[in-house]
Every structure is written in C-alpha cells, then in structure tokens.
T-cell receptor, first 114, second 117 residues
C-alpha cells in the first residue's frame, strides 16, 4: 500500500462545474496536508495547505480534511480550462516546519472541458 | 521575482557517465530539497538540507548518488555512474522553515530532465 494514494484520472469536468479530487494516506500520525498543482512540463506549485479537520477555503479552492478517515480532498468550484493540470496531494508527519519531509501522491490529472 | 534555478535543464548521457545537477535556492531560504519525478513513482524525496547540513538522504541510492551543499547559494546532486533507470525529472525546491511554525512552502525549480541511454 502506498503511503499517499490518489486516483490517477484523468478526471474530466465541464467548465463551470465543481471538480472533486481525493487523497488517502496510510500514516495515522500525519499532521499536515498540502495540495500542489503541476502543469504539464512545469514544476509543482503549492495551492492549499490544511492542518485541522474540516474545511479550508481559498477563493475557488476548498480543502477538506478528515483525519479519522485518513482522507483529504480538494474541491475546485467554477472550474476553468486553466485549472487543467495534475494535482498532487502531499502529506507531512509533523505539524511544524522542522518536520519538513513531504510524501507525495502520484497525482490526479484534471481536464476541464469547454 | 525570486526563483529557484536549476542547471542544466536537459541532460542526455550514456550509461556509466557522471551527471552533476546544480541548484541555486532562493536567497534567504534555509532548507533545500532534491526530488525525483517519474511517471511510475511520482515525486520522491531524495535528500534535504537545512542551513546547509544534510538532514535526510534516506531516499537516495547511496552507492551512486550524492548530494552536497558547498555554500548557501549552491546545492548539487551527483550520479556516478548513471544508469538508464535514473532517467527522470529532478527537481530542487527551497523553503524558509521555522521550527515553531508550520509555515513551510516549498518553491520548486524548473527541473532537470535527465535521460540516460
């Protein structure tokens, strides 16, 4: 079992719809969770971080965390073609920056269609 | 606009050759990471440094890979000898990490695409 699992996709959603990206992790001691976006041929960039159970909203993005179920998700509202990319889920054991080692999932490719 | 820079951007080499990849972290960042990305394995952490000291290189094949940070503006990743299975994109990332906070954004460089024939 991989430490961080994501459906590879592609996940295809029409423009304007909500895209829902999911991630599960195996280490129950994980404390910090991140979503990175990676455009084809480019480097990953951080779009969201979440540390507590519940929802965290930032613009059109909402991260959801459920530590009991070991599940983290990313919702993208009003999806745009520019959101088409691979979304990487990353997990860190520690809460503070000294525990900086991230474990990444293999990513979910999102396609937003016109 | 501060960025992580990596050289070379592309490298094609033959099996058995030495490969050196370089990274210049963002000025003022105290933590540098080396990652490898392949389609099959995704993004894997190879090693990372804080204040130039190696903290974790458990993800790195020790017999052929080595990572160093000779000064605060340069990190290197070396493969000797290289093998076809080393073909991947190698990313360097840097960040400013404080022990007492969870602020930990990693800024990735553009990557070095390595092909070993």
């Amino acid at each position: 079992q991989k430490e961080v699992e994501q459906n590879s996709g592609p996940l295809s959603v029409p423009e304007g719809a909500i895209a829902s990206l999911n991630c599960t992790y195996s280490d129950r001691g994980s404390q910090s969770f991140f979503w990175y976006r990676q455009y084809s041929g480019k480097s990953p960039e951080l779009i969201m971080s979440i540390y507590s159970n519940g929802d965290k909203e930032d613009g059109r993005f909402t991260a959801q965390l459920n530590k009991a179920s070991q599940y983290v998700s990313l919702l993208i509202r009003d999806s745009q073609p520019s959101d088409s990319a691979t979304y990487l889920c990353a997990v860190r054991l520690g809460l503070t920056g000294t525990a900086s080692k991230l474990t990444f999932g293999t990513g979910t490719r999102l396609q937003v269609t016109l | 606009d501060a960025r992580v820079t990596q050289t070379p951007r592309h490298k094609v080499t033959e099996m058995g050759q030495e490969v050196t990849m370089r990274c210049q972290p963002i000025l003022g960042h105290n933590t540098v990471f080396w990652y490898r990305q392949t389609m099959m394995q995704g993004l894997e952490l190879l090693a990372y440094f804080r204040n130039r000291a190696p903290l974790d290189d458990s993800g790195m094949p020790k017999d052929r890979f080595s990572a160093e940070m000779p000064d605060a503006t340069l990190a290197t990743l070396k493969i000797q000898p290289s093998e076809p299975r080393d073909s991947a994109v190698y990313f360097c990332a840097s960040g400013l990490v404080w022990p007492t906070t969870n602020t930990d954004t990693q800024y990735f460089g553009p990557g070095t695409r390595l092909t070993v024939l």
